[in-house]
């Protein structure tokens, strides 16, 4: 009997369709953007939700970091005295920084948060990291504000730069993003994908000219190879690009902070790689991610 029931199994599996779970993309790319902005709109919301101050919050949080890190860096440091328009040049690069951090990190979670949708609802799986992005970008767009501000208050003048900004921007949320679906899909398998991010975040916000300007690394300390190094990093290399085309042209640009017009190709490659990956990991386990959960 035993027998006979293993080859009637073999026999069904053979002629049967394999049932998977729903994909990273669905089958609508509109129905996945609806859903992802959705979500996105919703925790924006909720975010704020029953705070006196409201989305003050959110411009005050970098306001206050970006204060103590002057008072100490140029203040008591003079880290950047000889840079035009340092003070707005350090709220660029935190405003981005926030940016950065709130989109991957919460990206790692998202799938596991969303575990309840995830487990019970057929929809594109990418719709709940892209969500996360979106939510972070809605946030960066209020940041920005306080930055053109602080510039046009410091002396600042419009740039034909300016009109890039939405470029390097998107170029930055892809970036996010493609960490983003790497991140939460490695996630719901290994949990230890969480504290070791929240490490390599701090090691950026180190490692990237953020309080400090590339051009103390390329002219004051002679060390042009690390400077090279470290605009390796996408995010590094876009926040170093915004800083010449929308602050000041003074500030160095992505081509000499890398060694060559040629080498900017390199940060974008890494770019590149970095949305490969994590869209061809998220795609395999998108389908099995309510297993998983």
Request: with cysteine; glycine share 6%; charged share 15%.
């Amino acid at each position: 009997m035993s027998v006979d029931v293993a080859a009637e199994l073999a026999r069904i599996r053979s002629v049967g369709t394999e049932v998977k779970g729903p994909t990273a993309l669905g089958s609508n790319p509109r129905r996945l953007w609806t859903l992802a902005w959705a979500l996105a709109v919703t925790d924006f919301r909720l975010k704020f939700f029953g705070s006196a101050l409201g989305y003050l919050w959110q411009l005050m949080r970098p306001l206050m970091l970006f204060g103590v890190l002057y008072a100490v860096f140029s203040l008591f440091l003079d880290v950047g005295e000889d840079v035009r328009f340092y003070p707005v040049a350090l709220l660029l690069g935190i405003v981005l920084y926030s940016f950065f951090n709130e989109a991957t990190s919460q990206s790692v979670r998202s799938l596991v948060i969303r575990e309840n949708l995830v487990r019970k609802i057929d929809f594109p799986r990418l719709a709940v990291p892209l969500a996360s992005v979106l939510t972070a970008c809605f946030n960066l767009a209020l940041n920005l504000v306080p930055v053109f501000v602080f510039l046009l208050a410091s002396g600042g003048r419009p740039l034909l730069g300016w009109l890039a900004l939405p470029l390097l921007l998107a170029l930055l949320a892809l970036f996010a993003l493609g960490l983003g679906m790497l991140l939460s899909a490695l996630f719901v398998r290994f949990r230890d994908v969480e504290p070791i991010w929240d490490v390599v975040l701090q090691i950026t916000f180190y490692a990237t000219p953020i309080f400090y300007p590339v051009e103390l690394l390329l002219y004051e300390k002679d060390l042009p190879t690390v400077a090279h190094v470290l605009m390796l990093n996408p995010f590094a290399a876009i926040l170093q690009e915004t800083r010449h085309l929308v602050i000041d042209p003074s500030h160095a640009s992505l081509s000499e902070a890398i060694g060559g017009t040629v080498y900017v190709l390199a940060p974008l490659a890494v770019l590149a790689l970095a949305v490969y990956v994590g869209f061809r990991v998220f795609d395999r386990e998108a389908p099995r991610v309510a297993e998983e959960l």
